[in-house]
């Protein structure tokens, strides 16, 4: 993760209240992410 700048601070309070909101959709979709990217890598390697 980059390092955040003097404007990032800002963005993030922005984002963070939607990200909690969706929270348990977003997990759901990275934890589907993760298996599909893992299931990939371990066909590749």
Same mark, same amino acid.
Request: charged content about 25%.
């Given at each position: ?9 800002d963005?993030? /309070?922005?984002? $963070?209240?939607?990200r /909690?909101?969706a $929270?348990?959709?977003?997990s759901q979709?990275?934890?589907?992410a ?9 066909m590749?390697?």
């Amino acid at each position: 993760m980059k390092q955040m700048t003097d404007g990032e601070p800002d963005t993030w /309070r922005r984002v $963070s209240p939607v990200r /909690r909101g969706a $929270s348990g959709n977003l997990s759901q979709q990275c934890d589907k992410a993760l298996d599909a990217y893992s299931t990939i890598m371990s066909m590749l390697y």
